[in-house]
């Protein structure tokens, strides 16, 4: 084996690492959601704990993202240390179909149909279909498998290169020397775990152990250590993404390494025990690349079912060696960011939390006009921090999302929650203006006439219902809630002209003072902007599905259309927010 054959190796294996990259990229953005409802249906259950971890690795095509993802999920506080145990076990199954795909290349015969099975023969078919996808397609569904098809391709003209690299060195002596240290089984341990740790892919150490299988030189006996270590050294990845996480988040790294090593020490145990007890032939006969797949296939099952009744004890040892004091749980953990898809569904569920803390701050600082009451304030004032908070987090994580190689689906969502997020943040600094007023009717002992109390009361209607109807139509992402707040929000306009006309009546009639007055126009302005908000954020629902967030452009639409829905809605509302008729004895 030459430099030549050397570079070639090296070149095989960036070929091979980064159409892995594109593959499993190509691979998520199909998943979408789905990702995101398979990891609802989780449960204390710890069979679907296995199904979900290796479902989402065989999605993703890497369980060292698959350890990354449950650190920022931990650090984050979506899930439980307790709920990660048998989704890393699952992981480690579904990692291992890699090493199926790659077992096609050792296929020998002169069928043409069995040829046709051998990647290397397919690939480049495979390649052609997926860049004519890619050009030609115009769904982005059909773009994705375009990419998903080619980083195959380049995947295993990756694995073809290395196979090549690697054949001279059946007829090398200095190879024969070599294989010697794999025969030490904690040298071909080391050699794995080292080996992987720097690449950071177990399926790329086995898919060049299966190369090298190609040549007859490797036994079982020298590949079975070697498979441990790759396991092992896939952990690797989850101990540098935990660096600053909680503990909880570096337990689930100590859950990963504890599960493989105890899986390692056993499953080795048992195999040299055996053979040193039966001295079975095959232990020392050539395997085959097959073989290596069926090999890494079988360590993983049996060391998921021989640890699985002890998921709860792995649990334990990870929280007697992660001891440190806790830190605090960051809102959304930028590991996060290793599967936007995933991330977008966690943004969603925290502007869902910020919608709802806006619309109780709104509802509590309306309450208070009536009965002021201090701990209510406090409380508002400290909900109106916490969706400054939502706002600056969401914000800056999004903004770092939508960096990202997304979806058309995917950037229409993050365009949705930038929009949504700066709205409802306005929202609650117009809680904490009403909160305002309303401690200044307390502390001024101001009183507003019955029939000035009735007709706020019938705008304090509109403005509940319509915030009830926006969080309604954002936690759902329903367009026909959606399509029902533009025409309150109309009738909230006319009310507010309305009430204004009646106070500049009675100042002219002398029935009402500057100062009452000063209070319900800051009170009609605030709820005159807090509708406006609730607009936007309906019309963001409503367009999102076509692509497109021209608000003014839309409202103008509906408005001057005359669109039935819009007009039949907006008589409807009229008539439920009607004021009480003006007399000219009422005052304030």
Not at 386 to 413: C, P
Request: with cysteine; net charge negative.
């Amino acid at each position: 084996m030459d430099v030549f054959s050397l570079f070639t190796l090296l070149g095989g294996l960036a070929f091979f690492l980064y159409g892995m990259h594109v593959m499993s990229s190509g691979l998520e953005k199909m998943v979408g959601g789905k990702l995101e409802r398979v990891l609802k249906s989780m449960t204390s259950s710890k069979w679907k704990g296995l199904l979900l971890g290796a479902v989402i690795t065989i999605a993703i095509q890497s369980s060292s993202a698959m350890t990354v993802m449950l650190v920022g999920l931990v650090n984050s506080g979506i899930m439980q240390l307790s709920q990660t145990v048998t989704v890393i076990m699952g992981s480690s199954m579904g990692t291992t179909l890699t090493a199926w795909i790659l077992s096609a290349a050792g296929i020998e015969s002169s069928s043409f149909f069995l040829q046709m099975l051998k990647p290397e023969s397919f690939s480049p078919i495979v390649a052609l279909i997926g860049v004519l996808f890619i050009m030609g397609a115009k769904s982005d569904k059909k773009k994705d498998v375009g990419t998903i098809l080619v980083g195959f391709s380049i995947l295993m003209t990756g694995m073809s290169f290395m196979s090549q690299s690697v054949s001279p060195l059946a007829e090398t002596p200095a190879f024969h020397e070599l294989l010697v240290m794999f025969q030490n089984p904690l040298m071909g341990v080391l050699i794995g775990t080292v080996f992987t740790g720097i690449i950071q892919s177990s399926a790329a150490s086995v898919g060049i152990l299966q190369s090298l299988a190609m040549t007859g030189s490797i036994s079982l006996s020298m590949a079975f250590p070697i498979i441990t270590g790759a396991n092992i050294g896939t952990c690797v990845t989850g101990l540098i993404s935990a660096i600053g996480a909680n503990k909880n988040a570096k337990r689930v790294v100590a859950v990963s390494v504890y599960f493989k090593v105890i899986g390692t020490v056993i499953c080795l145990s048992v195999f040299y025990g055996l053979n040193a007890l039966f001295h079975f032939d095959v232990v020392d006969a050539p395997i085959s690349a097959l073989g290596i797949a069926v090999v890494h296939t079988l360590f993983n099952i049996i060391n998921t079912f021989v640890l699985l009744p002890f998921a709860k004890q792995l649990e334990q040892l990870a929280k007697i060696t992660i001891r440190e004091k806790n830190t605090k749980e960051e809102l959304l953990d930028e590991r996060l960011l290793l599967s936007p898809t995933f991330a977008i569904a966690e943004c969603r569920k925290l502007a869902v939390r910020m919608a709802k803390a806006a619309q109780e701050s709104m509802v509590s600082a309306i309450g208070l006009l009536g009965d002021y009451d201090q701990k209510t304030a406090d409380r508002i004032a400290q909900e109106e921090e916490e969706i400054d908070l939502y706002e600056d987090k969401l914000g800056t994580f999004l903004v770092k999302l939508s960096s990202k190689d997304l979806s058309r689906q995917d950037s229409n969502n993050v365009s949705q929650l930038l929009h949504a997020i700066g709205d409802f943040e306005r929202i609650g600094d117009h809680a904490v203006n009403i909160l305002r007023v309303a401690g200044e009717i307390h502390d001024k002992e101001i009183q507003f006439s019955e029939k000035a109390q009735e007709e706020l009361a019938v705008m304090t209607r509109a403005i509940i219902n319509i915030m009830g109807l926006t969080v309604e139509a954002f936690e759902t992402n329903d367009p026909a809630v959606a399509a029902r707040v533009e025409p309150l929000e109309q009738v909230i306009d006319d009310l507010k002209l309305e009430l204004k006309n009646r106070h500049i009546r009675r100042l002219q009639e002398g029935r009402c003072t500057i100062e009452l007055g000063f209070v319900l126009t800051d009170l009609l302005t605030n709820y005159e902007r807090v509708s406006d908000h609730c607009s936007n954020i309906a019309v963001t629902v409503i367009q999102i599905k076509d692509s497109s967030l021209d608000t003014h452009g839309y409202l103008n639409e509906v408005k001057n259309t005359g669109d039935p829905a819009f007009t039949q809605a907006f008589e409807s509302y009229s008539l439920e927010y009607l004021l009480p008729a003006s007399s000219s004895s009422d005052g304030k």
